[in-house]
């Protein structure tokens, strides 16, 4: 069998020199005190600075705020967990029995983690550009795909300042289900709204997409593009 972390660097594209910089990034807290929050902290600073150059570049007649709303989106921990999830960083994870007991090799707040530790890793064992060239690689699809369109607000904030602007009371979100199991969850919410006579319902696998999708329901009766 090859050695693993070999393979990771397959994954990756990128050979780390130092191979405990690997072994270290993906070393979840639950193994004991050495582990990888350091190079995540790193990784996070490093991460949000090239995505910031690379729309920055992409988007020159962009507004600072359409470039904060572009970048959030991309650096979020639900886009961090699809892409070590991309990656099967998971097959790679070192977690203590805990968190194997209870799945957390599935758990997006871990991989997003570990993929921020991986950032660091690299730039601790390369320098700057190799980091870069990684980054910029695995991001290459979601860069390509990303307008100026994508910074529109979320359907909560749209939805509070529409009634703000109507002096109507703000709308209220209502937890009426959650089904699944803790790994795979999936919440229903009722929004209601004054001007609506019928709450607008949403689901979606946290309690705050759930929320954006029951409000994105209540735009669209009110006859507001969601």
Request: charged share 30%.
């Amino acid at each position: 069998m090859s050695n693993p972390i070999e393979r990771l660097g397959r994954v990756l594209g990128y050979r780390f020199a130092d191979e405990s910089l690997a072994e270290l990034a993906l070393t979840h807290r639950s193994c004991g005190a050495r582990n990888n929050e350091r190079l995540e902290f790193l990784g996070d600073s490093i991460l949000n600075f090239v995505i910031a150059d690379a729309l920055f570049s992409k988007f020159p007649e962009a507004a600072e705020g359409q470039l904060s709303r572009l970048r959030a989106r991309l650096v979020k921990g639900v886009t961090l967990a699809e892409l070590a999830r991309e990656m099967d960083l998971s097959e790679f994870l070192r977690l203590g029995a805990g968190e194997l007991k209870s799945g957390g090799f599935n758990r997006k707040s871990i991989l997003a983690d570990a993929f921020e530790a991986i950032i660091g890793a690299i730039y601790l064992d390369a320098g700057m550009e190799p980091c870069r060239e990684r980054i910029l690689a695995w991001y290459q699809p979601r860069l390509d795909d990303l307008t100026l369109d994508d910074t529109r607000k979320d359907p909560k904030t749209r939805l509070q300042e529409y009634l703000q602007s109507r002096r109507a009371e703000l709308p209220k979100y209502h937890l009426i289900k959650v089904e699944g199991e803790a790994h795979a969850q999936q919440f229903y919410i009722d929004c209601e709204v004054a001007l609506l006579t019928t709450p607008s319902s949403g689901s979606g696998k946290s309690r705050r997409l759930a929320e954006q999708n029951a409000a994105a329901a209540a735009l669209l009766a009110l006859g507001v593009e969601a």
